[in-house]
């Protein structure tokens, strides 16, 4: 799996500049990219094959020039929220992630509350998927229920429910998940 980075831990800077340039164009090949962040070819050579050790950049298609082919990177969903949390745009990064991801939907709505949202508390996004890999309504839960522990208003919740309503399969999902959750509660409440 990916190299593990601590909380306080940021990209350095040209893995970074490779990250958030990838978070706003199409997949690219290490020449692309080179030419768009006007860096030396080695070095981004040397910066993308870290970053797709630490799993936040993937091989996502290829492209032919000349008669030979060239593979195209882009950001693993643990990669665009690593993008997000360096300062990628929310809005780039939902764009891009409906073309190279379309049927990841709660990716989607990560980065619809994202603006939203404390920033540690979307730091509890990039936790799920690095210790699980994926998204689960659990996690939606836990962070929805983060979020309520901050000051947040409530037309800020009514906004988050409204984008989460253009997903209802998660919206299902995350209302079951926090009906089970009031009744462990409820459990508990009448142990104590």
């Keep these: ?37 006007s860096k030396h070819y080695k070095p981004s050579w040397i ?21 030979r082919e060239y593979p ?27 073309e190279v991801y379309p ?7 990560c980065l619809e509350v994202a603006p939203k949202l404390n920033p540690e508390v979307f730091r509890l ?16 839960a836990t962070i929805f229920l983060t979020q309520m522990q901050t000051d947040t208003s409530s037309k800020t919740f009514k906004e988050l429910g409204e984008i989460l309503k253009k997903y209802p399969q998660e919206h299902s999902r995350l209302k079951k998940r926090l009906s089970e959750m009031r009744t462990d509660l409820d459990q508990i409440e009448k142990m104590i």
């Design 1 to 37: 799996m990916s190299k593990r980075r601590g909380k306080g831990d940021s990209l350095p800077p040209l893995q970074k500049r490779i990250v958030l340039n990838l978070a706003k164009s199409k997949p690219q090949t290490i020449n692309e990219t080179v030419k768009s962040i």
């Design 103 to 109: 049927e990841n939907k709660i990716l989607q709505y």
């Design 125 to 140: 996004f990039l936790s799920a998927i690095r210790s699980k890999g994926k998204l689960e309504p659990i996690d939606m």
């Design 72 to 98: 195209e990177f882009w950001l693993t969903v643990e990669g665009v929220l690593v993008a997000m949390l360096e300062g990628a745009s929310s809005i780039d990064l939902l764009n891009k992630v409906n």
């Design 47 to 67: 910066a993308f094959k870290s970053l797709e050790e630490k799993g936040l950049v993937k091989k996502i298609g290829k492209k032919s020039y000349r008669g």
